[in-house]
């Protein structure tokens, strides 16, 4: 099985040795980001997400310390935070992300089809056999979605909000809950999400990569910070 996350932390190299000029920051005392509050494993306003980690490694390589500027990663994130220059970086942008710059990628996530631990089967694909009868779970408006709408599978599943309230909402995890309390069989979940909850909280399900088709929307992707545009020291 294939890791829902590939790190490329050699990649971290984008950010400057402290001898060299730094990004042209807002201030020059501290690194400035802005990530969501409530939002593990990626970030969190305790700073134990993975993504503060990478934070704290690029502002300790340019001899700076960290501070955050905490926002929902919900409708308008961007436009209340980077464009309004309240922090100099985004962690966890998909490269490319055309409401952005970003940088160099530094890590590759996918998605995963996830199931309890105690099914026998060992799909990879949503239209597999084995899954006929199943009752899929998905995150709306993500890549899955279009997956079920090939093969017409939406008409037995169960929808979960994309946009929320990170501070009162986690529908991945209220996916992952319905699944282990039977309420659906098979969950197609953003694959650091579900990681973390298998080791983290030791939830019994288990997860494969969710296998890619011709003709429907890529399910891996590269992931970068975000930079506001015009700023090319902060994208090598």
Excluded at 70 to 81: A, E, K
Excluded at 107 to 125: I, K, P, W
Aim: proline fraction near 7%.
């Amino acid at each position: 099985m294939r890791p829902a996350v590939l790190p490329l932390l050699g990649a971290l190299a984008l950010a400057h040795p402290a001898s060299a000029q730094r990004p042209e920051l807002l201030t020059q005392t501290e690194l400035r980001v802005c990530a969501d509050p409530h939002n593990l494993p990626f970030s969190n306003d305790q700073k134990a997400g993975f993504e503060n980690k990478v934070a704290a490694i690029i502002a300790a390589d340019l001899q700076l310390p960290v501070s955050y500027v905490w926002f929902p990663q919900t409708v308008g994130f961007v436009r209340n935070t980077l464009r309004t220059r309240a922090c100099d970086l985004v962690m966890g942008a998909v490269a490319g992300d055309a409401e952005m710059d970003t940088t160099n990628p530094y890590y590759r996530a996918g998605y995963m089809l996830v199931t309890r631990d105690t099914d026998e089967s060992t799909a990879h694909a949503v239209d597999d056999p084995a899954l006929a009868d199943k009752r899929f779970g998905y995150i709306a408006a993500t890549p899955p979605t279009d997956l079920l709408l090939k093969h017409h599978l939406l008409d037995h599943a169960t929808s979960y909000a994309l946009t929320v309230d990170t501070r009162v909402e986690n529908p991945a995890r209220q996916m992952l809950q319905d699944l282990l309390d039977d309420k659906i069989d098979v969950a197609l979940v953003w694959g650091p999400i579900v990681q973390y909850a298998i080791a983290h909280d030791h939830l019994k399900l288990k997860a494969v990569m969710l296998d890619a088709e011709p003709d429907a929307p890529r399910l891996d992707y590269a992931i970068a910070m975000g930079v506001r545009a015009n700023e090319p020291e902060w994208r090598r």
